[in-house]
């Protein structure tokens, strides 16, 4: 029987925990202070996380995270196979513990797969694509907040605190290597800005960016850096921006996930929309000036820092007193102007 309890589960800790979230950059961003505070609780206990591959260079050498488990996407009629592959990976454990963090119908597949003592869930209410029939234990239904609170949910549950709030993103010393090179190469400090996302409503507009390139190396003194991945999208973006702006601008755009994060690392600013960079500049103590229009930045803003520097033009008037949600707003990006991003630069430099 399902059973729904916010008081934690006595006994020792568990030998084996599985976590299943396999979805975005963001995303794995979030769930990383999860697995630092289970292993802060459970130093003996093995984490495993069962992850797709572009989060996997991400988290591959987390000092919290013992195993992980790359589920590789297929589609068509090679769909089972994706399932397949992770279900070789992971039959050959059985877990005390596993945390259904991801809600929809491909990850649900993956926790009925594997075998677990204990597979907690969200409550029923968030729990969409009928995972909570493959849960045996939800979380407590709670009002919406920001996802990092909702993953913290589980450590409550679980009788574990999430402070102090760590991510702890790997730099290996090759990295360090090459981000001394990069930055040393510079004639001043470097202003990293993400153009492009997999919506297009979170996107912001080509000669607003432009109008924003100029200023940053005109007026504040940095050197504007394009940042993020391959894809076409970003990529249309970019040449866009680029062929209207007049500042001096690197264009780093490219499918390297190690080199996004010392490049964010190394940057004295970033400017983003609600995408995984700005999650890992925010993760990374990298100063951020969030660009939200389409998403609510109370739900899936910088957490607790740099919330001063979220330009919000998801209020349809300022400081519209809005709830937590998951609505989008198609017009809000509309509403991002050039003049409040570049004053929240200024607050950011002034900030020191």
Known sequence: MTRTTSTPSPGTPPREICVIMLSALGDAVHVLPVVNALKR???????????????????????????????????????????????????????????????????????????????????????????????????????????????????????????????????????????????DGLDRPACAVVVGTSKPEKNWLPERYARTLDAIEGDFGMRPVLVGGPSAVERRMADEVLSLTRARVLDTLGDDLRRLVWLLDGARLVISPDTGPLHLARALDTPVVGLYGYTNPKRYGPYRKYEDLVVDGYAKYPGEPYPATMEYRSEGMMRVSVEDVLAAVERALSAG
């Open 41 to 183: 609780a459970w130093p003996e206990t093995r984490i495993t996380w069962v992850v797709q591959p572009v989060p996997y260079l991400l988290v591959r050498d987390h000092p919290a995270v013992d195993r992980l488990v790359v589920f590789r996407r297929r589609k068509g009629l090679d769909a089972w196979r994706s399932f397949a592959d992770a279900g070789r990976q992971l039959r050959d454990r059985r877990f005390d513990l596993l945390l259904a963090l991801q809600v929809y119908a491909k990850a649900g597949m993956l926790v009925a797969l594997t075998r677990a003592d204990r597979k907690i869930g969200f409550d029923r209410r968030r729990a969409r694509d009928l995972n909570w029939l493959v849960t045996s234990e939800r979380i407590p239904s709670r009002p919406m907040q920001h996802v990092q609170d909702q993953y913290f949910e589980f450590l409550e549950h679980l009788g574990i605190s999430p402070e102090p709030v760590e991510w702890r993103i790997p730099i290996s010393d090759e990295d360090r290597a090459a981000q001394r090179a990069f930055f």
